[in-house]
């Protein structure tokens, strides 16, 4: 084998190696470019989770506060009425206050001075929803009725 063969051999030898070594070294930084991206996201990841707990739970809070609230209001000091004269609802609006029938079916009222009072509990930032808006936008305009429905039972 010639010399000018051995160096040719050699040549090829060296470019495969080199070729080798720096694409692994290539590969390698990529490789280690998109492990520290996928850490990245990894930690983005946990930090949103932890955020979303955290608002989930503080949601959770706010609305177990808002139904104690609303079920403790008729003892509270702001709720201006008689607890036997208010009715719980719940839904879609919470109390519905006969303000002085109490008074009245003691003997001691006048008919009169009965007043029929809808409430609607909210703590903290809440608002009235579209239903309870609407709710109270027909009592303002009026529309609002009694009625008797009787109900017979036959027998036979």
Known sequence: MSL???????????????????????????????????????????????????????????????????????????FQYLPSDAKFLGDPIDYVVFDGYTEFRDDGGAAENIEIVLIDIKSGGARLSKGQQAIAQAIREGRVRFETIRIDFEDG
């Open 4 to 78: 000018w063969m051995a160096m040719l051999i050699g040549a090829c030898i060296g470019i495969v190696l080199t070729t080798w070594v720096l694409s692994s070294t290539r590969n390698g930084k990529i490789k280690a470019e998109y492990e520290r991206y996928i850490a990245e996201l990894e930690l983005e990841h946990q930090q949103a989770l932890a955020t979303a707990k955290k608002r989930s739970v503080n949601s959770s809070r706010a609305v177990l506060k808002g139904k104690m609230a609303e079920q403790l209001a008729p003892i509270m000091p702001q």
